[in-house]
């Protein structure tokens, strides 16, 4: 942390960034509203981008970058680093210390088999850690937490001294039921830090202790591969920001959903994985929240991906023991679930003739056939240009002009002319396709887990949704959409507005008719609190200010899969075990239909969670009494479509975003020209827009 | 109607409603892993849900297990055999676990059947089938391993009713859990089969309210249609002919290391084949198989292999026919040959045979895809023991049934890869292999190491998976009684396309061990300082006995490898070299791969050393050099009409004759062979001696095919293209 301890947070400005794989997102708030910039990420040195969009902020104001780092309270990261590397299997060197006899874990990664059918598909995972930096270590503990064998110090040096001849970087120590007694693991530790000072070690009780050795070295070694991205975009940053006069708190924001301190992310960085996405969906709380809105679907559109999650009543959804690619771990964050359909995405014919969009994407390079770089195969950008839903001189304020015809060429070669359609109706096929896509996962998110669109509003953000949004939500029966300002750097904006939050995990496995265990829980809660004030403190929270979430996961005894629940305020008693064990059955048979909780066998709380929240004061946006009877703006132009969902011709008019002021109605079909994006109102949809500035659509019917 | 024709949006019409139902079979199947508590359920995912419509035709299916393609169907089919559809009401359920009366694979695999009502009428079914823990009998586990008979084996459900309105009838319940071990798990398992298709039922009849019945019966019709259709492209792009296989299934367990042998006769003819088994007599012990698991392992190997991307629905069975002979055969057994391992012993076998004779075809065809699906055989080694005692820490019943330790076998290679390690089964997609700490509280013991076997995975341009060496102590039981098994141990997995065999499994039973001494000394327990005795035992026990402190240690097999190991990358070779995968033995010896102090690639010595081996292969100085750019996954093509080496463009005879007749052939038994390549296979002791038979150029050396067979058994039979000779409808083998 750079400000000095009990340090005033002082200063106009605050800063959030969303450092993506393409492009950097800023959020700037000012006293009186807030601004936003995008400039190119740069990869390899973070801060030249980051500095550029502050420049280009600055330079709205009428500031230099000067003047407003060194009156900037607080700057927020979100940021694409830790996925990368985890991603991309590629960072810090790191060596294992593992229990004798398991060096081959990574390799067998708990079993690699896909749920697909495909041979081809069956494949070995990707080396995590090379071969020859696992070292095993002849130490043992048994599932009852005795020490069967105790590690052998100089067989620990040895090993040590190898892992450092082997140049690793950082090291995880992963010994089996550790998380039920550490001892042997702290032993490898001390003698880390004899031999091998410098190392950054993680330990895999401290990091997850939770049962299940495979999610826990996992997280360990995860932890340890994200670090060297971690500690060098830190100082990175912390040294150019700091010469441009910024003297406030740096914060990162986390896969969880909350921002934490550069201590905190320097001991765990794994916890950022994921923090540019679970930004937006905290973004989309944070103005649901304003807007007295409770039921929440989020959609973010990019260039390969669409990524949604639910917020049932505001809470997000944690996916719990996130998985990456075949590796699980044991890092919660919030659960976004993303499929294949982005601008990018490929459409093509599969064996049985039939059209479909994505996985596959054009990417960046060369992009899709209208950016005119040499890509030939039709995208779903290229659809929306056919469609006249996209102005191909006018995308991205001008920047690129797009080559109508070399969309029109892909699409009658990849999909129109094998099934005899005209090159708008091959087009409105994979409009459709990837709305198909788009509605399919947010039902997976809301229908498979219990909720109904209907209850719900869809928030949309991201540069391309604004054209799908409403055929998703005719599909999905959601009649209300929120299209929140400032939704082109949207994470951005939800990464700035985001509280502190840390999470806190550990297993305890109390069958709940035991009451003799309650004192060892109670302990260990104490034990997470105290931990959990310690960490708020030493990043100048007050403790007392803290929100505290308690959760556990139950289980019937006998069975592998939890659910969660929260657990009783204060010291837990025989009666509140009595309770918890009575209530559990109905709140299994609300998730999994009645008649199917185990009568007759004991509920057994299996691990304890503790969820420490700061609530941080929030940032002024724009807002405007809204116009009663506003008059319809002149449009900027007619445009020429081909509507997707009537598949028919019709002239449409084109609006201005500045000339729409809060309180304006408009009626489909027509479109909203936003600048980097651009809304698409078919017929039968309204558009309007709040006093915050923010559209929202609706179907009519 | 022709769907490609129809109104042209109806086409994602079809298949957004197809993703719908098996959104819907997936909701099952999350349902059933979610409530369910055995790790055979959670963890080595071995069950399965299905939807039927009311024509007992599949709709949808959203398998782990994909042998169950089949038992799907037949149990649908078992039930209204018996049952008088207006007799079936709302909440009504069937237990179907019976191989001869209600279609299932073997009895431990459970299929529960409930009508799906809309309207008041049956407009589909449903189908979940797990693994129980158990299902009673001589079994434990439905693995009746010295069963002379299907009735001694297991209790065996003829698809009656036992559920009414949703819920486990109870005195049905009270018999159930009076007959089988750990009563306990398995009825809140049939309760979490019984949700799974409660959940299924409601979102169908929600689907049907929302589209109406006549739409919906449409849009299943057309999504069968495009099904069959692209089952259709694929099978057109392999060559017409006719391809045949063998293989053996394995039984010792009465003493005699027993060898049976089945084949298959694929015959491809335009957009249709049809798929000839046949066997032997059916035999008095547990391997039998029966129609399906003979036709669901016929699944799994075509979903895996060929049919990957097609949904599955009926329109994938319409152009495929299954001809499995007369009845009373191993192939198509019936009443009462006993069957609780027929889709492990007879039913992986298949999954073999069928990977060969698709191999055969798949690298003559000329369309690139197709020609890119070959592959070896995977291990399959099901070699894992199960056993029940009390656990003397509380006095509860305790049941071992290890997942962790049976399922980690190697892999097939494939044209893109190596094989992967702890690939189970062909026919359990999706499984995971449990964490050792979660097996330590499920099972009676400890897990003392868990490391993957070098030198198991067959050589080749890629090479086989590798098996897994485990060992399991039995700590928490003074004694246990069960049954130890495996299916590989004397004719190992083969590979293809000119690529070596993979290793056999193998299991040692440690008795009277120094195990509870050393944890008391608190002596690390490992290879190194375990004692013990290794009694000789039957490859399949019986009676399996152990003790506490006993030891059950497994190695498991790998896959076959692909092409030629002289071909092979021998970069990777050096990797596999450092990473403890293949020995440097076996990378001199067999890839011809010479590697320096550091384990890196020495150019002139390997290029040398392979000129070496290939001058040893055919016993003369090679007077062809391989093709750089030939093919390496097609070692044999046929050019006017005559069989050719695509290595050297070497002559090997006329098609259709058997091309092998002309190549410079070695034949080897087994174990001695097996000894080069630092590889497990157990030599037969009695009866004709198992053989490999290595097939090479006679001008370049290339390896061009390693077959597996008995002493006195023909050369393994060539392709015969544009041929199509059926075997006769009564043909049984050894008769």
């Known amino acids: 942390?750079?400000?000095?301890?009990?340090?005033?947070?002082?200063?106009?400005?605050?800063?959030?960034?969303?450092?993506?794989?393409?492009?950097?997102?800023?959020?700037?708030?000012?006293?009186?509203?807030?601004?936003?910039?995008?400039?190119?990420?740069?990869?390899?040195?973070?801060?030249?981008?980051?500095?550029?969009?502050?420049?280009?902020?600055?330079?709205?104001?009428?500031?230099?970058?000067?003047?407003?780092?060194?009156?900037?309270?607080?700057?927020?990261?979100?940021?694409?680093?830790?996925?990368?590397?985890?991603?991309?299997?590629?960072?810090?060197?790191?060596?294992?210390?593992?229990?004798?006899?398991?060096?081959?874990?990574?390799?067998?990664?708990?079993?690699?088999?896909?749920?697909?059918?495909?041979?081809?598909?069956?494949?070995?995972?990707?080396?995590?850690?090379?071969?020859?930096?696992?070292?095993?270590?002849?130490?043992?503990?048994?599932?009852?937490?005795?020490?069967?064998?105790?590690?052998?110090?100089?067989?620990?040096?040895?090993?040590?001294?190898?892992?450092?001849?082997?140049?690793?970087?950082?090291?995880?120590?992963?010994?089996?039921?550790?998380?039920?007694?550490?001892?042997?693991?702290?032993?490898?530790?001390?003698?880390?830090?004899?031999?091998?000072?410098?190392?950054?070690?993680?330990?895999?009780?401290?990091?997850?202790?939770?049962?299940?050795?495979?999610?826990?070295?996992?997280?360990?070694?995860?932890?340890?591969?994200?670090?060297?991205?971690?500690?060098?975009?830190?100082?990175?940053?912390?040294?150019?920001?700091?010469?441009?006069?910024?003297?406030?708190?740096?914060?990162?924001?986390?896969?969880?959903?909350?921002?934490?301190?550069?201590?905190?992310?320097?001991?765990?960085?794994?916890?950022?994985?994921?923090?540019?996405?679970?930004?937006?969906?905290?973004?989309?709380?944070?103005?649901?929240?304003?807007?007295?809105?409770?039921?929440?679907?989020?959609?973010?559109?990019?260039?390969?991906?669409?990524?949604?999650?639910?917020?049932?009543?505001?809470?997000?959804?944690?996916?719990?023991?996130?998985a990456f690619g075949v590796y699980r771990t044991g890092i919660n964050i919030l659960d976004i679930v993303s499929v294949g359909a982005g601008g990018g995405s490929i459409a093509w014919l599969d064996g049985r003739g039939v059209p479909q969009v994505g996985p596959h994407s054009a990417g960046s390079e060369p992009g899709p056939a209208c950016y005119g770089r040499g890509g030939t195969r039709p995208t779903v950008t290229d659809a929306n240009v056919i469609l006249g839903l996209i102005d191909p001189d006018n995308y991205l304020k001008g920047a690129h002009k797009l080559d109508v015809a070399a969309a029109r060429e892909a699409v009658d070669a990849g999909v129109g002319t094998a099934l005899g359609w005209s090159t708008e109706r091959a087009a409105a096929a994979i409009y459709d396709l990837a709305v198909i896509e788009m509605a399919n996962a947010l039902r997976m998110v809301s229908v498979e887990r219990g909720y109904h669109p209907r209850d719900f509003t869809f928030f949309s953000y991201g540069g391309g949704l604004g054209l799908f949004a409403v055929e998703i939500c005719r599909r999905l029966g959601c009649p209300n959409i929120i299209v929140p300002d400032n939704c082109s750097a949207f994470s951005a904006y939800g990464v700035l507005t985001a509280d502190y939050v840390r999470q806190y995990n550990r297993t305890v496995n109390w069958a709940l008719d035991d009451p003799s265990q309650a004192e060892q829980v109670n302990a260990a809660l104490d034990e997470m609190l105290a931990q959990a004030r310690a960490d708020a403190e030493s990043e100048n929270i007050d403790a007392g200010a803290l929100e505290i979430e308690r959760r556990g996961d139950f289980r019937f005894l006998g069975q592998v899969h939890e659910v969660s629940q929260q657990i009783p305020e204060g010291t837990l008693t025989a009666k509140d075990a009595a309770e918890m064990a009575a209530s559990f059955p109905a709140v299994y048979e609300a998730n999994y239909g009645e008649g199917t909780a185990w009568d007759g066998s004991p509920v057994v709380l299996v691990n304890i969670a503790i969820k420490a929240i700061f609530r941080r004061e929030k940032p002024v946006s724009r807002e405007q009494e809204p116009l009663t009877d506003a008059p319809a703006p002149a449009p900027v132009s007619i445009r020429r479509i081909f509507q997707p969902f009537l598949r028919e011709e019709a002239e449409v008019p084109v609006y201005a975003e500045k000339d729409l002021p809060p309180g304006i109605r408009l009626d489909g079909p027509c479109i909203v020209d936003v600048g980097d994006t651009t809304l698409y109102v078919p017929s039968g949809a309204v558009c309007a827009r709040d006093r915050f500035f923010n559209f929202s659509l609706t179907l009519n019917g | 109607m022709d769907v490609m024709t129809a109104d042209d949006f109806d086409i994602i019409d079809v298949e957004v409603h197809q993703k719908s139902v098996r959104n819907i079979a997936s909701e099952m199947a999350v349902t059933l892993m979610r409530t369910s508590g055995s790790p055979v359920v959670t963890d080595a995912k071995d069950f399965s849900t299905s939807i039927l419509d009311d024509k007992v035709e599949q709709l949808s299916f959203a398998g782990h297990v994909t042998f169950h393609v089949s038992t799907a169907v037949a149990g649908v089919q078992a039930v209204l055999r018996n049952t008088a559809i207006e007799d079936i009401r709302p909440g009504d359920g069937f237990i179907c676990n019976d191989p001869h009366s209600s279609g299932a694979i073997h009895q431990g695999d459970v299929g529960i059947v409930m009508p799906f009502f809309a309207q008041d009428e049956i407009v589909g079914w449903g189908y979940v089938n797990a693994h129980l823990l158990d299902v009673g009998g001589s079994a434990v586990s439905g693995f009746a391993a010295g069963a002379f008979d299907n009735y001694s084996e297991a209790l065996a459900f003829p698809a009656v009713r036992v559920i009414r309105e949703g819920r486990l009838d109870a005195q049905w319940q009270r018999f159930i859990s009076n007959n089988v071990r750990m009563a306990g798990t398995v009825i809140n398992d049939i309760r979490s089969m019984i949700a799974a298709n409660n959940v299924g039922g409601r979102r169908i009849a929600a689907l049907i309210d929302e589209i109406g019945i006549d739409r919906f019966r449409q849009l299943n019709e057309q999504g069968k249609n495009l099904s069959e259709k692209a089952m259709r492209d694929v099978i057109a792009r392999m060559p017409d002919g006719t391809y045949d296989s063998s293989d053996w299934v394995e039984y010792d367990g009465r003493g005699v290391e027993g060898l049976h042998e089945i084949r298959v006769r694929l015959l491809v003819q335009g957009d249709e084949m049809t798929l000839q088994f046949r066997g032997g007599p059916q035999v008095n012990c547990f391997i039998n198989g029966a129609w399906p698991a003979v036709v669901g392992q016929s699944w799994t190997t075509i979903?895996?292999?060929?049919?990957?991307?097609?949904?599955?629905?009926?329109?994938?069975?319409?152009?495929?026919?299954?001809?499995?002979?007369?009845?009373?055969?191993?192939?198509?057994?019936?009443?009462?040959?006993?069957?609780?391992?027929?889709?492990?012993?007879?039913?992986?076998?298949?999954?073999?045979?069928?990977?060969?004779?698709?191999?055969?075809?798949?690298?003559?065809?000329?369309?690139?895809?197709?020609?890119?699906?070959?592959?070896?055989?995977?291990?399959?080694?099901?070699?894992?023991?199960?056993?029940?005692?009390?656990?003397?820490?509380?006095?509860?019943?305790?049941?071992?049934?290890?997942?962790?330790?049976?399922?980690?076998?190697?892999?097939?290679?494939?044209?893109?890869?190596?094989?992967?390690?702890?690939?189970?089964?062909?026919?359990?997609?999706?499984?995971?292999?449990?964490?050792?700490?979660?097996?330590?509280?499920?099972?009676?013991?400890?897990?003392?190491?868990?490391?993957?076997?070098?030198?198991?995975?067959?050589?080749?341009?890629?090479?086989?998976?590798?098996?897994?060496?485990?060992?399991?102590?039995?700590?928490?039981?003074?004694?246990?009684?069960?049954?130890?098994?495996?299916?590989?141990?004397?004719?190992?997995?083969?590979?293809?396309?000119?690529?070596?065999?993979?290793?056999?499994?193998?299991?040692?039973?440690?008795?009277?061990?120094?195990?509870?001494?050393?944890?008391?000394?608190?002596?690390?327990?490992?290879?190194?300082?375990?004692?013990?005795?290794?009694?000789?035992?039957?490859?399949?026990?019986?009676?399996?006995?152990?003790?506490?402190?006993?030891?059950?240690?497994?190695?498991?097999?790998?896959?076959?490898?692909?092409?030629?190991?002289?071909?092979?990358?021998?970069?990777?070779?050096?990797?596999?070299?450092?990473?403890?995968?293949?020995?440097?033995?076996?990378?001199?010896?067999?890839?011809?791969?010479?590697?320096?102090?550091?384990?890196?690639?020495?150019?002139?010595?390997?290029?040398?050393?392979?000129?070496?081996?290939?001058?040893?292969?055919?016993?003369?100085?090679?007077?062809?050099?391989?093709?750089?750019?030939?093919?390496?996954?097609?070692?044999?093509?046929?050019?006017?009409?005559?069989?050719?080496?695509?290595?050297?463009?070497?002559?090997?005879?006329?098609?259709?004759?058997?091309?092998r007749n002309h190549a410079v052939s070695r034949e080897t038994e087994v174990s001695v062979r097996f000894a080069d390549l630092h590889s497990q296979v157990r030599r037969r002791k009695d009866g004709e001696p198992v053989v490999m038979r290595e097939y090479y150029c006679p001008a370049c050396a290339s390896s061009l095919s390693v077959d597996i067979g008995l002493d006195s058994s023909p050369p393994a039979a060539a392709p015969r293209l544009g041929t199509f000779d059926p075997y006769p409808e009564n043909l049984i083998l050894n008769a």
């Not at chain 2, 089964?425 to 330590?440: H, I, N, R, W, Y």
């Open chain 2, 303 to 659: 979903l895996a292999q060929l049919a990957y991307d097609i949904p599955v629905n009926a329109g994938i069975w319409r152009p495929i026919t299954f001809d499995l002979g007369p009845t009373g055969t191993l192939v198509n057994s019936v009443a009462p040959a006993p069957v609780t391992m027929s889709h492990i012993q007879t039913g992986m076998r298949v999954n073999k045979l069928l990977t060969d004779v698709f191999s055969q075809a798949c690298s003559l065809s000329k369309d690139r895809l197709i020609a890119s699906r070959v592959a070896s055989q995977s291990a399959q080694d099901q070699t894992y023991f199960t056993a029940f005692g009390m656990d003397r820490r509380n006095g509860q019943p305790a049941l071992a049934f290890p997942m962790s330790v049976g399922m980690s076998t190697g892999g097939p290679a494939q044209t893109n890869s190596d094989g992967m390690e702890v690939y189970a089964a062909q026919c359990m997609s999706g499984c995971d292999m449990p964490d050792v700490e979660l097996e330590e509280v499920s099972q009676p013991g400890m897990i003392l190491w868990r490391r993957v076997a070098q030198d198991t995975g067959g050589a080749g341009v890629t090479r086989g998976g590798l098996g897994v060496d485990t060992a399991m102590a039995i700590l928490h039981c003074d004694s246990m009684n069960g049954g130890a098994y495996t299916n590989t141990a004397l004719v190992p997995p083969r590979g293809a396309v000119g690529g070596f065999p993979g290793a056999a499994g193998a299991w040692k039973h440690w008795r009277n061990t120094n195990l509870l001494d050393l944890m008391d000394r608190h002596v690390f327990a490992d290879t190194d300082t375990i004692v013990g005795e290794v009694p000789e035992t039957t490859a399949t026990v019986t009676d399996f006995a152990v003790v506490r402190g006993d030891i059950y240690h497994v190695i498991h097999g790998g896959g076959g490898g692909l092409g030629d190991p002289l071909r092979r990358d021998a970069g990777l070779v050096a990797r596999d070299v450092s990473g403890g995968l293949v020995s440097k033995e076996v990378a001199r010896n067999i890839y011809g791969v010479v590697l320096g102090a550091k384990d890196e690639v020495d150019a002139a010595a390997t290029s040398a050393k392979r000129d070496e081996i290939r001058t040893a292969r055919i016993n003369a100085m090679p007077n062809a050099v391989v093709d750089k750019d030939a093919p390496l996954f097609s070692p044999v093509r046929i050019e006017n009409g005559h069989w050719q080496c695509t290595g050297c463009g070497h002559d090997l005879g006329p098609s259709p004759e058997n091309w």
């Open chain 1, 1 to 322: 942390m750079l400000q000095a301890k009990g340090q005033t947070q002082e200063g106009d400005y605050a800063i959030g960034v969303d450092v993506g794989g393409t492009h950097t997102d800023l959020i700037m708030s000012t006293p009186d509203e807030l601004i936003r910039s995008k400039a190119f990420t740069t990869h390899g040195n973070y801060s030249e981008g980051i500095l550029r969009a502050i420049g280009l902020a600055a330079e709205q104001i009428g500031k230099s970058t000067e003047e407003v780092l060194s009156s900037c309270r607080a700057f927020v990261n979100g940021s694409t680093i830790v996925t990368n590397a985890i991603t991309e299997l590629r960072g810090a060197k790191t060596g294992v210390l593992i229990t004798r006899g398991f060096k081959d874990t990574f390799r067998l990664a708990g079993g690699a088999r896909t749920r697909e059918y495909d041979d081809q598909l069956q494949v070995p995972p990707p080396e995590v850690v090379e071969r020859d930096c696992i070292v095993e270590v002849s130490e043992r503990v048994d599932s009852s937490g005795s020490v069967i064998v105790a590690p052998d110090v100089e067989e620990l040096r040895n090993g040590i001294r190898l892992l450092k001849a082997n140049g690793v970087e950082a090291v995880a120590v992963c010994f089996l039921w550790s998380f039920q007694n550490p001892v042997n693991e702290l032993q490898a530790e001390a003698i880390l830090k004899e031999e091998f000072s410098e190392a950054f070690v993680t330990l895999s009780h401290a990091t997850h202790p939770v049962i299940g050795e495979f999610p826990r070295f996992m997280t360990a070694v995860f932890n340890c591969l994200s670090h060297r991205a971690t500690t060098r975009y830190i100082e990175g940053l912390k040294s150019e920001l700091g010469r441009s006069g910024f003297a406030g708190t740096m914060t990162f924001f986390q896969g969880i959903g909350g921002s934490i301190g550069i201590d905190a992310v320097e001991e765990k960085p794994i916890t950022l994985m994921q923090s540019g996405p679970a930004g937006g969906v905290m973004g989309a709380r944070q103005i649901a929240e304003k807007l007295g809105i409770r039921n929440v679907l989020v959609g973010d559109m990019g260039g390969t991906s669409f990524d949604t999650a639910v917020l049932a009543d505001l809470t997000p959804t944690v996916a719990r023991e996130a």
